[in-house]
Structures are given as C-alpha cells and as structure tokens.
C-alpha cells in the first residue's frame, strides 16, 4: 500500500486548518509539559508537590527498620506502570491494523460528510495517534524499569540509623522515584493527546477541539483538582 505512496501525495488532502489544529495539538503537548514540570513554587503543579513527597517518603524509609510497607508500594507503583504499557501496546496494535484497512473511517466520514470520505487520507490522519501511543510505551517502560532502580537503591539503605550512608542513599532512591513519576505522569499526557489525535479523523474543527479538551483536561488535573489543594494544605 505505501510503496507507491509519495509524501505530496499523503500531504494533498491536508489544509491550511489542519495545520493549525495539528500545531495546537503540538503546542499543547510540548508547552503544557514543559510547563507542568517547571512551574513556579506559588503555582506549583501536582507533580511537582508530589515530589516532596517523594523525598519524604525516602527520608522516613531510612529511619524504618521493618520495610514491606515501603516495598509493596513500588511494587505497586511497577505493577500500575506496567499495566497502562501493555495498553498502549494493545491500542497501537489496533490503530496499526484501522490504518491497514481504512473502510469502517471511510463509512463513518461519508456518514458524517457524504461525498467527502474519498478526500481524506486516513492513514495520515492516524499518524499522531500512533506517535502519542509509541511515546507513551516508551515512557511506560522507562518508569517501569527505573522504579525498579529505585527499589534496588532502596533495598541497598542500611537498617542502621548510625550508617552515614543510608542518607545519601535514600536521597538518591529519592531522585529515582521521582524521575520513574515524570516518565509516567509523561506516558499518562501521551495518552490523553492521542485520545485528541483520534479526532482528527472527522475533520481539522474536531482535532482543534479535542486538543483544546485535552489540554484543558491536563491542565485542571495538575493546577486546579481538589488533590492539589489537598496537597497544599488547602480545602479541598
């Protein structure tokens, strides 16, 4: 099917509008997480207090001789980790194959814009969900495996409060954690833009406005949920 495809070719169809809606989804997805992880303390987002948390969490698990508790919430943090992996896998898998066989898009389209199915390039259309879902595997796995490094350097603590090492390692097994979070809470924000990505099929209007609810989705659960006032000693 691609083989006698050229990029003019796949690019034909595509406007002015869709450039715009596809530049919004772009925007949104780099600037929204740049902004998530370097937000100002006064207007710190969720992530970024979770953070602290973090570090404390470490702290207090130094000081504790007895460490399941401890182990059973990396491993549940592993086991959450893994299990929105194997979705992404499972949902790419699925674009994959509607991009192999565009009928049931073209049926929809011609329902929705009846004489317009035939102008659509479909499988271009899918390309930003397969790219969101890639990126969100990709940063799935990396969680993952770097929680494991956390849990690792957490089993290397010392039960001794007297070792001058058990500290500085908690304080790494900290960083660890947190950097295991940033790629998942990344892996969660590909998910919801290639959610916004599927509406590009009905039009550049629908992928400008599903961006437009992904970023605002995004944006409310880190900098306006009750989960952050909650963590910052506010009313919920």
């Known amino acids: 099917m691609w083989e006698d495809v050229t990029l003019p070719a796949l690019l034909a169809p595509l406007t002015l509008w ?6 919004l989804l772009a925007l949104g997805w780099f600037g929204l997480g740049y902004w998530i992880e ?3 303390a006064r207007f710190a987002s969720v992530s970024s207090l979770m953070a602290q948390y973090r570090r404390d969490w470490m702290a207090r698990m130094a000081e504790r001789d007895t460490r399941i508790f401890d182990a059973q919430i990396i491993a549940s943090l592993r086991q959450g980790t893994n299990f929105f992996a194997s979705t992404c896998v499972l949902a790419l898998g699925g674009v994959l194959a509607l991009m192999g066989n565009t009928e049931p898009l073209t049926m929809l389209a011609d329902e929705i814009a009846p004489g317009h199915a035939e ?12 790219v969101f879902l890639t990126t969100a595997f990709l940063r799935f796995v ?4 770097v929680f494991g490094y ?3 350097v957490m089993a290397s603590v010392s039960n001794d409060p007297a070792d001058p090492e058990g500290p500085p390692r908690a304080a790494q097994a900290a960083e660890l954690n947190i950097r295991a979070a940033a790629n998942f809470n990344r892996g969660l924000r590909g998910m919801y833009f290639a959610l916004a990505s599927v509406a590009w099929v009905l039009g550049a209007v629908a992928l400008g406005a599903a961006a437009l609810v992904a970023i ?3 944006w ?3 900098f306006a949920s009750a ?6 000693g506010e009313e919920p």
């Open 38 to 40: 370097h937000a100002p």
């Open 227 to 232: 989960p952050r006032r909650i963590l910052r």
């Open 220 to 222: 409310s659960r880190e």
């Open 18 to 23: 869709d450039a715009g809606a596809l530049g």
């Open 142 to 145: 990396w969680a993952s495996r």
């Open 119 to 130: 102008d659509l390039a479909f499988q271009v259309r899918l390309m930003p969900v397969v």
């Open 150 to 152: 956390c849990a690792v």
């Open 216 to 218: 605002w989705v995004v």
